[in-house]
């Protein structure tokens, strides 16, 4: 049977969460341990370990189908190839950063200087945009320490705590792109392995849907049933169970884990009880 090649990082920020996502899935794979390849037991896929930068060239040759990588790479070198799912995990976002002392008034103090970064051609493609002029120094690694040693007068670089343009006196001054992991798909993917993959994409939507959601079981009175049932937002409408005791109710539904904690107060508030809260482990709309 055909099989659905997948490149997934070999080490680096992308390797556990793109493991744990197919793991979650229900996707178990013959892992020997440094293999670069591997099988799924229980599913026409085959896993490749690569380095992150080398992946959108694997998917532009076809050589696999489908990959997990950081959507700030595909603008980077991902010409033509596609995005099938955004999966939530390694956000980050590419920014241009100066020393803090510089005074910063707008993108126009960039004409003439000097820019570091591991990410030429996003940073080359938003300047163009913006009209400026200013030279590119290409480095692969600790691009926040250019400015420090005299390198260059700014740089242009991942960014998601801040923590390393801090801890190197630079501020960002401009966001070019935000990013986070994707399910890529390459150019040449044929039909049969097409179906493969779309398989995969319904999974990792039930599995993150189930990540994004908790369900929510409360006791309350009859007679507050209305107003409760107001707050609840549900995935279609919440179920009603009677009680053993006579003029109680069991109401059950399902809460986006982003409004959960207002959802509730307002819950307790109108009279709900004995609220228990659990995860999901898979939603399927
Ligand atoms: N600090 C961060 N926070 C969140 N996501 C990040 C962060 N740094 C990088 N990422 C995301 O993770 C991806 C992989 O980053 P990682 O640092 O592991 O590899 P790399 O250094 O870019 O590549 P290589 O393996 O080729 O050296 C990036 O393309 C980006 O999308
Ligand atoms: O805003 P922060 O939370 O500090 O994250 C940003 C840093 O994370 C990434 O580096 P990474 O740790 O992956 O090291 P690398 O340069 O070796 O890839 C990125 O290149 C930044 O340096
Ligand atoms: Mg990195």
Request: aromatic fraction near 6%; include cysteine.
């Amino acid at each position: 049977m055909k099989k659905l090649k997948i490149a997934v990082q070999k080490s680096g920020r992308l390797h556990d969460e793109s493991l744990a996502l197919l793991k979650d899935c229900g996707i178990y794979i013959d892992n020997g341990r440094d293999q670069l390849k591997a099988s799924a037991t229980n599913f026409p896929l085959e896993i490749y370990y690569l380095r992150n930068g080398d992946i959108p060239q694997y998917l532009k040759d076809g050589v696999v189908d489908c990959a997990i990588i950081g959507e700030n790479l595909l603008v980077e070198k991902g010409e033509g190839i596609s995005i099938a799912s955004r999966l939530g995990f390694s956000k980050c976002r590419v920014s241009l950063a100066v020393p803090k002392t510089f005074k910063y008034s707008s993108i126009e103090d960039f004409n003439g200087k000097r820019i570091a970064t591991s990410y030429p051609e996003t940073t080359r493609n938003y300047l163009d945009e913006k009209g400026i002029e200013a030279e590119l120094h290409i480095i692969n690694g600790s691009v926040e320490i250019a400015p420090n040693i005299g390198l260059a007068d700014a740089i242009c670089d991942i960014v998601s705590s801040g923590s390393t343009l801090f801890k190197n006196n630079l501020k960002e001054v401009e966001v070019i792109l935000k990013s986070e992991a994707v399910l890529a798909v390459s150019p040449n993917i044929s039909e049969s392995t097409t179906k493969i993959l779309d398989k995969i994409r319904f999974r990792i939507q039930s599995v993150l849907q189930g990540r994004d959601s908790r369900y929510v079981l409360l006791n309350a009175p009859n007679e507050k049933i209305d107003e409760i049932i107001k707050i609840l937002p549900g995935m279609k409408s919440p179920t009603l169970l009677p009680l053993a005791e006579d003029g109680w109710s069991s109401i059950h539904s399902v809460v986006n884990r982003d409004v959960f904690w207002e959802v509730i107060e307002e819950l307790k508030q109108a009279g709900a009880e004995g609220i228990l809260v659990c995860p999901i482990e898979k939603m399927i709309l």
